[in-house]
């Protein structure tokens, strides 16, 4: 596939730059159209034109930093710094360049631009470790425009199912139609796949998208584990009919039962489980008209917490009490599961390696579990994973008011450089 060259001056890196500031404006740069598929928001999903400028941008960027560019099977751009001999296993550093619909600028893209602005410190120092460093930007983590999300670690990892190429967006474009309108073929998916000794590590640095950081005065945290998710689509049919002429005790609505079914996923993850939360992010009344009774309501379902037995037994309840309200309506149900990522531990030898390098950057580690879903609980099939915490305006994320200070990505880009130093230690010893 061919990159387009991007010709705006206003790309081009500056001889001299801070590592950390820089990755942020470039987001702050990308947080716009042609980047984003709708003028005033941020709208990046996978495999659409907005997608395709951020790579042919991140293209120029790979190799201004020193790196060789290439895209795989999966739509993941890829730049890679060779170390002190060719071919050497990488550490591979990233995030995801895709956002959900009207995001935040930093969730996922600072991630890809903080491993840009170390790879090219590392460059322009000619420096070489003894383990290449390979900048990944994934290009669906969010699922916003196809319901399962991570489809491009998972593809990475080895772990991705063919049920993916089933999927269709909302506008009922196939995931294979997409991915030939990027020029790739779906079915060739799985060639993304990595082999375990190609890579090293994954090191993911990311916004928090919560407010602990922030509460306590901290810039960088470092994350122990990510929370198990399931991602369920709840269908309750009943009958469609005249809005005017249907009396109320004869309709089969669908609509009063997804507002039970509502109410009764925020009373059953509204208890005392710890991390456990619930939430219907998106609701469908078809065929949708104001004078139509909803023949079907659709509601997405997003169940977290600390462990997939915690979440499944909230899973349960939920599904029984959806079927309840179900029948005692006379309505019928359908309950599809989209997705099921198991918690993920960080590495604890690498999550290590990580705290080190923020404490010798001045700052005391502060360690956290991540309640937001990330690409390294999906690596972690493939290899050791960590992650490094920024602290985000009011823990706000997944909203286009998400914002995160210059000083704390500085500082998250020289820890960056530590444990990379760090790895080098320990790789040599
Ligand atoms: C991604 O942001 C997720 O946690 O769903
Ligand atoms: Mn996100
Ligand atoms: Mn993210």
Known sequence: MALAKASNSQLEAPPVFTPGARARARCDLMGQVPYSEVEGQLVRRFLTPAHRAALDTLALWMRDAGMSVRMDAAANLIGRYEGATPNAPALMIGSHIDTVRNGGRYDGALGVMLGLD???????????????????????????????SMTCSRAVAG????????????EGVSLPQAFAAFGLLATDLAQAARQPGEVVAFLEAHIEQGPVLEAEDRSLGVVTAIAAQKRLMVRIV???????????????????????????????????????????????????????????????????????????????????????IVARRGLDLLVDLLQDLPESPCDPALTEHLAEAVAAVGV???????????????????????MLFLRCRGGVSHNRAEAVREDDCILAARAMLAFIDALELNSSS
């Open 118 to 148: 170390v790879v090219e410190i590392l460059n322009t120092a000619r420096r070489r470790k003894p383990f290449a460093i390979e900048v990944i930007a994934f290009g669906d983590e969010e699922g916003s425009r196809f319901p399962a």
């Open 159 to 170: 772990t991705v199912d063919d049920a993916v190429l089933q999927a269709c967006d909302a």
């Open 364 to 386: 005391k580690p502060r360690r956290l579990q991540s309640g937001a879903g990330h690409d390294a609980m999906t690596m972690a099939a493939l290899c050791p994973t960590a």
């Open 238 to 324: 009943g009958s469609a009919g005249h809005a005017g002429t249907t009396p109320m005790g004869l309709r089969r609505d669908p609509g009063p039962a997804a507002a039970e079914a509502i109410l009764a996923v925020e009373r059953i993850c509204g208890g005392v489980e710890r991390g456990l939360v619930g939430t219907v992010g998106r609701i469908a009344a078809l065929p949708g008209a104001f004078n139509v009774i909803p023949g079907a309501i659709e509601l997405s379902l997003d169940i977290r917490a600390e462990t997939s037995s915690a979440r499944d037994a909230a899973v349960v309840q939920i599904t029984r009490e959806i079927e309840a």
